[in-house]
C-alpha cells in the first residue's frame, strides 16, 4: 500500500499504492507509516520525497471506512515525526492532494505540484474538518481569512492558486517527481527550522474577535443548518488563538462530535450516491456497463428562449459544436447577444478564449440536418412540441438522437411522432440550464440503451449529475413536488401563512421555502399546468373538491389577481417593486387567506413547524416509495440526487429517501396513516405499499432497499 525506493543514491522515495486515488486506508495508512520508519531510519537515505501511484497524489482518508470500525494506525504522530526529522521530506502532488493527502503533504517540508494538479481541504463537503492537522497548519501557511475560505468551502483549487496562495512551493508542468528529487538533494543537510509549519506564528489579524464574529455569521448563513462549516471556523479560531498542540486537541474534539453526526453519514451518503447515479440502469435489463454510447461531435438546440439559451451554453462549454435555432428573429439576436456574454463572461473568469466559434444560429430548422444529437427546448406547448418532433425526424441524418427538454409532456409519445422512437430520450435541464447540476435523462418505452447512454455521457460532458428515469408525468422531480405544494396550500387553508410553512422548510435547510420559491420562478408556471390538469368543472372556480379528492384553488385565486410573483412584485409575498428580491409578508395575502376561510367555513388553526414538515415532506417522501415500486427510479439514491441537485433539498440531509431512513420508516408510515385518517381525500397521504413492506422487512438500511423492491417485482 505504500512503496519504498532508494533513488539517485541518497533519496528515499516513498509511493502511495491504493488505487483509484490512493486513499489513506488502514493498509495505505500503515505502509506510510512503515515506510517513513525505514527512510528515516536508514543512514543511506538523505532526504525523501512522497509521492502517488498513476500520477494521483491521495484524495485522502478512505471514505468507505467512515461507516466502519477503524482500524489501523493514525497519522497525526507520523506526521508529527515527518515534520520534526532533519531529513528534508518533500510532497511530489499529482492529480489530486485532497483532505487527508494535502494534509501529508502540509506536514512535508516543501512542496512541489504539477501545474494540472487540484488541491483543498473538501472535509466539510463530508460533514467532517480537516481532522489531521490541516485546520491547525493551512492558517499558519496562508493565513486565517484564506484558510478559512478554503476550509468552510472545501473548494478544490488549481497549481498556480497554490503557489499564490503559498501552500505549494514551485509548480512544474514536467516530471513532478523527479523534480521534486532533484529538489530534495539540493536541500540534503540544509537547516529546515523555517519548514516546519506547526512551529510557525499564525500570521496576525487585527481584531480577531471581529473578523470571527463576521465569518461565523456569514459561515452560518450560507449553511443552512449545516453544522461541518461552523466546526471549521471554530477550528480555525483556534489555531489563530491558541498554541499549535492546544489548536490540536480543539480539532480533535470537534471531529469527534462530527465523525458520528447524522449530518456527516447524510453527506458521506451523497457522496457516493452522486458517483453511484451514473452507474444506471433500464427495468429492460439494460446497463451503463452494456451499452455503448455513440460520439456527439455536433449537436443542435431548437428553441432559444431561457432554457434553449442555458443549453447551448452549456454545450459550447463542453467543447461541442452547437447549431442554435429560433424561428423567431427578434428572440435570435436576443439569443447571440445573451449566450455569448455569458460565455464571454466565464471565459473571462477561466482566464480561456471563449468558445463562440463553435455555435451557429438559424432561424430554420433544416440548419439541424447534420447533426449528431437534437435538445428541442421549445415553449411548452403539445402541438408546438409534437410539431417540432414530426420535422425533426423528417430533416435530421438517420441515426440522429432526438431530445426533448420537456417537463411535463409525454416523451413516449413525442418518440411515436417519429420515424425512430428509440432515438427519442428526454433531457429534463433545470433553470438556468448551464448552472444547475441536474440533469433528468428520461428514457422512454422504446428508447435504445445506446441512446440513453449516449445522453448520460453528454450530460456527463456537460458537468451535470445526470440520473437516467423512466416515463411517468412530471418524471421524478416534478411528481414529487405536487403532493409537497399542495400540502403546503392545505396548510394555508388550514391556518397557516406562507411565512410560517416558508420560515419551517427554510429551518430545515432549504435555501428557501415552496411559496418564495413559487413567487421567484412565477405562481403562473404551475397555475397553466393546474388549469390543464384540473379542469374547473360545474362547480367553479372555487371548488374544493374535484374529481372527488381534495383540491386547493387557493394559487389558482392569487394568479387570477394578476400576482405572478417577483416578476409582478406581488405573490405570496410583496416586493418593493417589480423584479426586486426583498419579499415581505403582505397583508393583502393574510386577508384573502382570512376571506377565503370564511367563505367556505374553515376555521383558521395553530399550525406548528412540525406539522408543515411532516405533511410537506412526508407526503413527497411517500411518492418517492411509489416511484421506485413502480420501476421509474433505478433507486434510492437516484431519487435523492434529482432532489439535492435539482430541487434545493439540504446535502446534509441526504435527499428525501435517505432522509426517511433516517427518521425511520415506521415513524414516516405511522404519520403518514396519522394525516390520511385525518385527509382522507387525500391519496397522496396514503401510505404506499413499499413503504408498508420496507416497514415489515424491519426497515433495512436505504442500501438494502433494491433488495426488497426486487424481490416485490419477481413476485408480481
Ligand atoms: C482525515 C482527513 O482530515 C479527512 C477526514 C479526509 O481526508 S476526508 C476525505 C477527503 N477527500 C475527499 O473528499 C476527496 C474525495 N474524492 C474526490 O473528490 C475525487 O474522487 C477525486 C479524488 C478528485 C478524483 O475524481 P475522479 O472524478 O477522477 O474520480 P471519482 O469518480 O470521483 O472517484 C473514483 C473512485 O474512487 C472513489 N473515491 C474517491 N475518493 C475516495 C476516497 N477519499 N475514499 C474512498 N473512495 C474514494 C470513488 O468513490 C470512485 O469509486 P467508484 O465510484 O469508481 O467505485
Known sequence: MAQFTLVSGSVGLI?????????????????????????????????VVVCGQNRIFCGGADIKEFGTKISGPPLIPTIHTIEATNKPVVAAIEGSALGGGLELALGCHYRIAHSKARLGLPEVTLGLLPAIGGSQRLPRLIGVPAAIELITTGRHITAAEALQLGLVDHVTRSSTVDEAIKFAQSVEGKSLDSRRISNYPCPHLPDLDAVFEGVMQEVRQKAHGAIAPIACVQAVRAAATLPYLEGMEIERQLMETLFTSSQARALQYTFFAQRAVSRWSMPSGARWDTSMPKPVHKAAVIGLGTMGRGITVALAQAG?????????????????????????????????????????????????????????????D????????????????????????????????????????????????????????????????????????????????????????????????????????????????????????????????????????????????????????????????????????????????????????????????????????????????????????????????????AEVLERCLYSLINEGFRILEEGIAAGPEDIDMIYVFGYGWPKHRGGP???????????????????????????????????????????????????????IHSQL
Open 382 to 609: 403539445e402541438a408546438l412540441k409534437e410539431k417540432v418532433f414530426q420535422q425533426l425526424s423528417a430533416v435530421c441524418k438517420p441515426g440522429t438522437f432526438l431530445c426533448t427538454n420537456t417537463s411535463s409532456l409525454d416523451v413516449d409519445h413525442l418518440a411515436s411522432l417519429t420515424h425512430n422512437p428509440e432515438l427519442v430520450v428526454g433531457m429534463h435541464f433545470f433553470a438556468p440550464a448551464h448552472v444547475m447540476k441536474l440533469l433528468e435523462v428520461v428514457y422512454g418505452s422504446k428508447s435504445s440503451p445506446e441512446a440513453l447512454a449516449t445522453v448520460m455521457q453528454l450530460g456527463k460532458r456537460m458537468g451535470k449529475v445526470s440520473v437516467a428515469v423512466g416515463n411517468c408525468w412530471g418524471f421524478v422531480g416534478n411528481r414529487m413536488l405536487k403532493p409537497y405544494m399542495e400540502q403546503a396550500f392545505y396548510l394555508l387553508e388550514e391556518g397557516a401563512t406562507p411565512e410560517l410553512v416558508d420560515q419551517a422548510l427554510v429551518e430545515f435547510g432549504f435555501p428557501m421555502g415552496v411559496f418564495r420559491m413559487s413567487d421567484l420562478s412565477g405562481t403562473d408556471v404551475y397555475w397553466k399546468i393546474r388549469k390543464e390538469a384540473e379542469p374547473v368543472g360545474a362547480s367553479g372556480q372555487e371548488a374544493r373538491v374535484r374529481k372527488g379528492l381534495r383540491y386547493s384553488p387557493l394559487g389558482d385565486l392569487l394568479c387570477e389577481q394578476g400576482r405572478f410573483g417577483q416578476k409582478t412584485g406581488q405573490g405570496w409575498y410583496q416586493y418593493d417593486k417589480p423584479g426586486s428580491r426583498v419579499a415581505r409578508p403582505d397583508p393583502w395575502v393574510h386577508n384573502f387567506l382570512e376571506e377565503y376561510r370564511a367563505r367556505h367555513g374553515l376555521v383558521a388553526r395553530r399550525i406548528d413547524h
Open 320 to 380: 461541442l459544436s452547437v447549431v442554435a435555432v429560433e424561428t423567431q428573429e427578434k428572440q435570435l439576436k436576443e439569443a447571440k447577444l445573451v449566450v455569448s456574454g455569458i460565455l464571454e463572461r466565464a471565459a473571462q473568469r477561466r482566464g480561456m478564449a471563449p468558445t463562440l466559434a463553435k455555435i451557429t444560429y438559424s432561424h430554420d430548422i433544416r440548419a439541424v440536418a447534420d447533426v449528431d444529437l437534437v435538445i428541442e427546448a421549445v415553449f411548452e
Open 657 to 711: 429517501m435517505f432522509y426517511a431512513s433516517m427518521v425511520g420508516l415506521a415513524k414516516i408510515l405511522e404519520r403518514l396513516e396519522h394525516y390520511h385518517r385525518a385527509h382522507p381525500d387525500v391519496p397522496f397521504m396514503q401510505p404506499c405499499s413499499l413503504l408498508r413492506k420496507l416497514v415489515t422487512c424491519g426497515s433495512p438500511p436505504v442500501h438494502k432497499w433494491k433488495d426488497v423492491i426486487k424481490k
Open 15 to 47: 509511493t502511495l499504492q491504493n488505487p483509484p486515488v490512493n486513499a489513506l486506508s488502514a493498509a495505505t495508512r500503515q505502509g506510510i507509516v512503515d515506510m517513513m520508519n525505514k527512510a528515516l531510519n536508514d543512514p543511506e537515505v538523505k532526504s
